[in-house]
Each structure stands twice: as structure tokens, then as C-alpha cells.
């Protein structure tokens, strides 16, 4: 999929999935994802309130944009973690999969994901379906100029002995496309995920603590808005009395089950707002 990020966001579909068009008569899904949702493809959450960067000083320096540009040891040490650790090789798993089948079945579904590791769009969703809020782990980008590619290649050149790659183009400061610590969001993806809060019918955030904005404010737009709410996390979260439904369930299990129950067509044989609320949380 590494060729795919420079695709236009709009027009026919880049990534020639084949899915039939999403039926504009089911209730659009909106699917907030954090870190639970990848742990099952063993990357462990760096980013959370009790994430690995957040208890080691240390490995939050490798992601903090001031320690990153400044120090050139600092960016030797993130490269050789971008190396070996577990997110190079990660591959989706049932959760990210069940997503791309609710999509399959007719649903209008948008992802908005606070991860980076690209799970959603390597399991079939198409990246202008995905919104990724703390950018993207499968490109690099050059801090000067803001060329892009696939990091596959940055790596390429890092196994190859350079330590910290420099920019071909400008010979800048390379680094991951995603938004360090210390960086802003990016105001158009921000935008757009509020959109899609605003609009959704049905507001499905899973694997993330809600502890962090822009996660939490998304949810309590949703539900303002009138979309039924359904929180799927293993610990309980700010938002749970905002939500219709709470589930405490494995991921790996529980995000299928209630993806294909949201995929079901309604007795009507029209749409689906999604199962009754239920106390199973
Ligand atoms: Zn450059």
C-alpha cells in the first residue's frame, strides 16, 4: 500500500478495492480508533496516558519534535527503533479486518484512527477513508522542504549504514510523517474528523482511553449530535455515560461481533441503526 499515499483523496478509487458503492440509505459509521485496537497485531500502546513513551523519558525524547531536530543522537536512536521495532512488520488483525467487511457490505463507514501503523488501510480500507490524526509511521517526511515517500525506502538506506538519512532532495531532516509531541495537528484531517463525527449515525470508538483530544471531544460531538454511541475499551473511559452502549469485551472478539451486527440489514430490509441498546457492557 506504500504507493498509495500520494493519491488523490477524491475520484474514483485508487486502491481498485471492487467494493459496490456504499448504500446512501444505511446509517453512515463513524470508527474512532486508539491503540487497543492494534495490541493484537503486537504493537504495544506507545502513545496513551500510560503508554510506553509516557513512562520512559527516555523513548518519549525519540518522539518529541524539539529533541528529535536538535540532537542527531537522539535521531540515530529513532531510526534504529523504526529498524527493529514491532510496527514495521504488524499486520492487521480481526478487529482492523472486521472494519473492511462492514465497509463491504454496503455501510458507509469513515475511520478516524489515532494510531500511525496504517492496520487499517493494509486490512483493505482505501486511505481516503481513513482519517489519520497523528499522521502516518509508512511515510517519511523532510522537516525543510516536506518531501514525502514510503519509509520503507528510508529504512532501506538506514540497513544500508546511513544512521540518520538525510533528505535527497534538500539534505533536511527526515523523520516519520506522523505528529510528534510538540507538533500540531494537522488542521485540515482535524476538520474533516469533526465532519465526520458530526455526521455519523452511529459513532463506534474502540481501543482508545477518550482521555486525550481530539479523541474525546469527537465522541461527545457524535453524541450531540444524535449518534448512537457504542464504546468498546478495556477500561472505562470519560465518555461511557454519554454512550448507548459500553463494551468491556476483548477487542479481537468483541469489535467483529458488533460490526456484524451493524452490518446486518434491518427487518425492514433497508437500514441499520445498529442493534438495540443492550446491557452486555
Ligand atoms: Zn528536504
Known sequence: MSGDETAPRSGSDPVGSGRPASNPSRP????????GISTDSGIPDYRGPNGVWRRDPGAEKLVTYHHYVNDPEIRRRAWRVRLTGPARHARPNAA??????LADA?????????????LHQAA??????????HGTARLFECVDCGARGPMADALARVE???????CTLCAGILKSAT????????????????????ASAV????????????????ARIAAEAGARLIIV???PTPCDALADEVIREPIGRALPALLAELAAPAPDGTASGGPAPTDRG
Open 124 to 133: 483493505g480500507m482505501p486511505d481516503r477513508e481513513v482519517l489519520e490524526l
Open 160 to 166: 544500508a549504514g546511513e544512521e540518520d538519512p538525510p
Open 96 to 101: 482492523h479486518r472486521a472494519v473492511v467487511e
Open 203 to 218: 459513532f463506534v470508538a474502540v481501543g482508545t482511553s477518550l482521555r486525550v483530544q481530539p479523541a474525546a471531544s469527537l
Open 179 to 198: 505528529v510528534m509531541f510538540g507538533q500540531a495537528l494537522d488542521r485540515e484531517v482535524l476538520g474533516r474528523a469533526v465532519a465526520v463525527a458530526g
Open 106 to 118: 454496503g455501510v458507509p463507514v469513515r475511520v478516524i484512527t489515532q494510531n500511525v501503523d496504517g
Open 233 to 235: 475499551n478495556a477500561e
Open 28 to 35: 453512515p459509521v463513524a470508527l474512532l480508533s486508539g491503540a
